[in-house]
Structure formats: C-alpha cells, structure tokens
C-alpha cells in the first residue's frame, strides 16, 4: 500500500509539475518567489470547484478560501498516509495559531462514496477544531481533484466495502484571491510548512 502510494504520488508531483509555469510570480511579486520552498509555484495549478461542508451546504472555492489555507485531498478510510499527513498539518497549523497568523486546514475527501459530510466532520475534528471536511458528489470531486492536478484511482480488487484508494499526497498552500502558490511534500515538517506559510502571508502584508 505505501508502496503504491509513493509511485503514485511521484507521478502526480511530476505531473503537477510539467503542468506549472516556471516562472512562478511576477515582477511585482518578488516576495513572494523567495518563500516558495519549491523550484517552481503558482502557475495553472488551482481553480473553481464546487463541493459539500460538513453541515451539508454546498460550497464554492470562494466560499472556502476565505483565509490562508493547507489543503490536502485524501480520504476517510485511508489506513496511514492520510492520518499522518492530516496531523502533520494541524500541527503547522497549530504553530501558525500560536504566532497569530489567522490560516486554517482544509481536507477534500476523493472517496465520496463513503465520505459522507457527517463522516467528514467526525475525521476532521480529530485533527483540529478549525479543518474543514469538503465532499460532494463524484462529480464534484472530480472536477476539484483535476484543478489541482490530484491523482486518485479506487482499488477494484478486495472487498467492496472496504477498499482502498491510491492517491497523490501533495499538500497545498492556496491564498484568497490569489489561490494555489505553493506546495509541501510529505517529509515537510510542520515547522517548515508554517515558516514557509508566514513568509508569504508576510511579503503580502
């Protein structure tokens, strides 16, 4: 399983990446460039999507990114990754709370099927009080998963009810109006992803 996923991964970042302009920020945004941790940020990453909070209201990347956001997209049900990397960014969050920087988390969820907003709302709040669940319909998702260039294909061998879902494991860092600028892989540690978060809600300030 871990296996699979680190491929899976590795082809999505590589995708993720072909698919990103070079030239990260503009002229005027010679601030920013210094943050992003990666060689390359921003570009054709990101986009519209409308999905389901954990209350059951339908929402918009507009209604959810109303503040700087950590979003990663995963599953309930995933028996490792999704856990660890899920915690890894509360805890990023958990430092940004303590410095006074006003960012929240958010999980999307690529196994509708099972990630029901109630279910959503019980695995979020494992994580921190203030990481919002986001669902909908397999459409939805779908459509939210190829904007940030996510991969994500569900196992058809094994049980029916309890199968597995091969995922990209990429975090995201989107801020309003200004949307995706950069991204944090799985061995970022929480300390590095809040210093690199600040450094760009900082140079924006």
């Known amino acids: 399983m871990t296996r699979t996923i680190a491929i899976t991964s ?32 921003g570009g054709s990453i990101g986009g ?13 990347d507009v209604d959810v990114f109303t503040k700087p956001t950590i979003l990663y997209f995963g599953y309930t049900f995933c028996p490792d990754v999704c856990p660890l990397d899920n915690m890894r960014n509360a805890d990023a969050q958990r430092i940004l709370d303590a410095q006074g920087y006003d960012v929240q ?31 909908g319909s397999p459409e939805q998702v779908k459509v939210a998963s190829k904007a940030y260039k996510t991969y994500y294909q569900k196992q058809v061998d094994g049980d029916p009810e309890y199968y597995l879902v091969d995922h990209s494991t990429q975090t995201y860092f989107v801020m309003p109006e200004r949307g995706f600028v950069d991204f944090f892989k799985r061995d970022d540690s929480p300390e590095k992803m809040a210093e690199t978060v600040a450094c760009f809600i900082d140079a924006i300030e």
Do not use: W
Request: overall charge negative; some cysteine.
């Open 48 to 60: 519209p999507f409308e999905l389901v909070n954990e209350d059951g209201v339908t929402v918009t």
């Open 10 to 41: 590795a082809i999505a970042i590589a995708a993720l990446l072909a698919g990103t302009a070079y030239v990260a920020f503009g002229s005027s945004d010679t601030k920013l460039a210094s943050c992003s941790q990666a060689a390359v940020a």
């Open 105 to 135: 988390t958010a999980f999307i969820s690529i196994d509708p099927e099972r990630d029901t907003p109630e279910v959503m709302k019980e695995f979020t709040s494992l994580f921190h009080d203030n990481m919002i669940g986001l669902t």
